[in-house]
Structures are given as C-alpha cells and as structure tokens.
T-cell receptor
Framework: KNQVEQSPQSLIILEGKNCTLQ??????????LRWYKQDTGRGPVSLTI?????NTKSNGRYTATLDADTKQSSLHITASQLSDSASYIC?????????????FGRGTQLTVWP | EPEVTQTPSHQVTQMGQEVILRCVPI?????FYWYRQILGQKVEFLVS????????KSEIFDDQFSVERPDGSNFTLKIRSTKLEDSAMYFC?????????????FGEGSRLTVL
C-alpha cells in the first residue's frame, strides 16, 4: 500500500535554531518527492521537488535530502524564523500516475517560539 | 503573482443538500485537481481533470461527486447529496503541464461544514 509517514508529529523550537523533519514512504514505483509548507487554513505551498536521481535540494533556508534506496527524505530548516511556524507536508508521486495523483503525509506541525 | 482562487471560503449546509465549490485556476494552466482534507487528517486526492474530462479519480470520488468546467475560467466540484463525513477543507489545484514532475499550485481552500 502506498503510504507516506512523517515524524515528528509536532515540534517546537526557538527562533534562530535549526531543525530536521523526517519522511518515510512506501510509494512504488517512485517518481518524485515534494515538501510543502501549509499555513493554518491555507493551501499547501511547494518548497522543493526531488526526483529519483537527486540527493539534495535547497530553497533558501530549506534543504531537502532524498535517499531513494531507503525511501527516506528529510527537510532541514536553518536559522528558523517565526514565520516558519506551519505544517510541513511530505508528498510522494508514483511513476506512471498522473501529476495530481499524490500521496500526502500527515505533516509535521512546527512551532517557532521567540 | 497569479494564484488559484476558491469560493466560498466557508460553507455550512444541511445533510442531504447539494453543494457546489468553485475554483478559478491560474489562467494558462491546463490541468486541474480537487483534494480534500478532513480536519486533522492527511490531504487526499479526489480527481484530476484535463481537456474537459476526468483523467483520474480516487476511490473517494464516488457517484455523489462531479466536476465541471462550465466556462473558460471556472472549475467546479459538486457534491450531490452531502453527508456528515463530507465535512472537510476542499483544495483546488492547477498546473500548466501534466508531467509527473510538474509544479502544482493550490488554492486557499473551501471549508465545508455539513450539519
């Protein structure tokens, strides 16, 4: 069964600190993995998209890694800001499926305190 | 910056009533999608739409759901006879291309509450 699991479920950090969020998936055959940021009551916003051949990808203070062999990904946030408080969702696509047929994780709820 | 817009932002309806959720995708996009997110749960794929027909639908998208692109700008999701379990946030998304690695742009969502 195609599933995406994320950990931790929630995380509280102080402003300026770094953090790493984890994602494990069983989606097969794998096509690509995305990280989205979702503010409360808003739609998800894309942070990164990684294909099978990509191990790491950065977008500003966000760095995503992918290990397609172990089917794991991480999202590292550097020098956190209050505006980073949001849910971070790992989303995986299977090869051969249409673009929108995505498998979502439950998300990690990140809270950044001043 | 172009964005996907959804209306209404919140709708409250009685069980058994029909509901239409509206979306205006980004103007040059060709592929359209609906997702739902029950409170505290994962976002779930409902349906993808291209060239005026459904490309793919999930097991959630049963006969009570339908989608339509009635004109050149709107993309609608109709729920024929709402149930309590249809209460959720419904997200519309669009993309310019359909390849699997393409970028998806989500709207802000429409919150549906069924009483």
């Amino acid at each position: 069964k195609n599933q995406v699991e994320q950990s931790p479920q929630s995380l509280i950090i102080l402003e300026g600190k770094n953090c790493t969020l984890q994602c494990n998936y069983t989606v097969s055959p794998f096509s690509n993995l995305r990280w989205y940021k979702q503010d409360t009551g808003r739609g998800p916003v894309s942070l990164t998209i990684m294909t099978f051949s990509e191990n790491t990808k950065s977008n500003g203070r966000y760095t995503a890694t992918l290990d397609a062999d172990t089917k794991q990904s991480s999202l590292h946030i550097t020098a956190s800001q209050l505006s980073d408080s949001a849910s971070y969702i790992c989303v995986v696509s299977a090869r051969g499926s249409t673009l929108g047929r995505l498998y979502f994780g439950r998300g990690t709820q990140l809270t950044v305190w001043p | 910056e172009p964005e996907v817009t959804q209306t209404p932002s919140h709708q409250v309806t009685q069980m058994g009533q029909e509901v239409i959720l509206r979306c205006v995708p980004i103007s040059n996009h060709l592929y359209f999608y609906w997702y739902r997110q029950i409170l505290g749960q994962k976002v779930e794929f409902l349906v993808s739409f291209y060239n005026n027909e459904i490309s793919e639908k999930s097991e959630i998208f049963d006969d009570q759901f339908s989608v339509e692109r009635p004109d050149g700008s709107n993309f609608t999701l109709k729920i024929r006879s709402t149930k309590l379990e249809d209460s959720a946030m419904y997200f519309c998304a669009s993309s310019p291309k359909g390849q699997n690695t393409g970028e998806l742009f989500f709207g802000e969502g429409s919150r549906l509450t069924v009483l």
